[in-house]
């Protein structure tokens, strides 16, 4: 599948006197008998058979390929949403009933295939310790080793937080953690000598929807698409990044067939164009005048509305 990526950061559509689009702002554009021209509110597929979206970078403007709205088969969008740091729990209950060493593994689910990073801690406990002393026997104890992938741990008394980096966060080393930690853990408190441990994700890690530093990543992956920037030690003249770490986007997704069938492969090879808009949602007025253009003019074929 053929991707685009096309980032507006709260900027209005307006051109400078060279006639290009202000910098991060975009536009959908028509193909009228004069050439190129903004579409508006109303326009549909009979004003124009075909559409495409335009980002301005601040010295030219940056266009997705041009589109058949009868050949679009998905319009949709998911509002913005900020990536979301896991919280693993330890739970202890109950107190020891004979001195013994607890054993609990820390293991960094991140990279998603084997083998997994962990860290194994020990501590001594005696009889009749309760939850509480224990907590803060274990917290000692993963506070000596802290994992490079654990951002904070906390002592919540009878429960230890432990707290995953997200992606883009910068540790004490100032190394940059490269994707949202997951972790998992493992113990022998199985109530044996009394202690019981109950394991859990109290806040399950996401990855949002529109997060900046995904943005960020997914424009970096597209930079062949959208600058020809393929052979990149040949090419040390890196485009410019137009997503903000910083911010949450709302995510627009057009995707058409591109010869006009319903078939995403034609005889093995694919047939779909996907065109992304990252768009900050930060002025209702500028996502309002975005989802009134493109749902007038896909509602032309058969397509329900995006309201985010």
């Keep these: 599948m053929a991707r685009h990526l096309y980032i507006g ?29 903004a579409m508006v509110a109303g326009d549909t597929i009979a004003d124009s ?33 900020a990536q979301t740091a896991q919280v693993f729990d330890i739970a202890l209950a109950t107190n020891a009933t004979a001195a013994s060493t607890h054993e609990f593994k820390l293991i960094n689910m991140t990279n998603g295939a084997e083998p997994f990073e962990m860290k194994s801690y020990e501590y001594t406990v005696a009889a009749a310790a309760t939850p509480t002393t224990q907590c803060t ?12 992938w654990v951002k904070s741990i906390a002592n919540g008394g009878t429960n230890i937080g432990i707290t995953g980096f997200k992606k883009g966060e910068v540790k004490a080393n100032g190394d940059v953690q490269e994707e949202l930690v997951e972790m998992r853990g493992a113990d022998n408190m199985d109530g044996s000598n009394g202690t019981v441990a109950t394991l859990s994700s109290t806040t399950a890690g996401s990855q949002g929807t529109g997060d900046g530093f995904y943005v960020r ?39 058409a067939t591109k010869d006009g069938s319903s078939a995403s492969q034609i005889h093995g090879v694919d047939n779909l164009i996907e065109v992304n808009i990252a768009f900050d949602p930060a002025t209702a007025a500028l996502t309002g005048a975005l989802e009134s253009v493109l749902n007038g003019y896909l509602a032309s074929v058969n397509l329900a509305p995006v309201n985010l």
């Excluded at 335009?54 to 589109?67: F, Y």
């Excluded at 600058?227 to 057009?254: C, E, K, Q, W």
């Design 49 to 81: 058979p075909q559409f495409r979206i335009v980002q301005g970078n601040g010295t030219r403007d940056i266009v997705s390929p041009w589109i058949y709205g009868k050949d679009v088969i998905n319009w949709s969008g998911r509002s913005a949403a």
């Design 137 to 148: 026997a274990l917290t000692a104890a993963i506070n000596a080793d802290l994992p490079h």
């Design 217 to 255: 990543k997914m424009e970096d992956d597209q930079k062949g698409n959208q600058y020809g920037y393929y052979f990149r030690g040949h090419l040390p003249n890196t485009p410019a990044d137009n997503s903000v770490t910083g911010t949450a986007y709302d995510m627009y997704t057009i995707a």
């Design 9 to 37: 950061n709260n900027v209005a559509v307006a051109r400078t006197a060279a006639g290009i689009l202000d910098n991060k702002a975009v536009e959908i554009q028509k193909l009228s008998a004069s050439g190129p021209t």
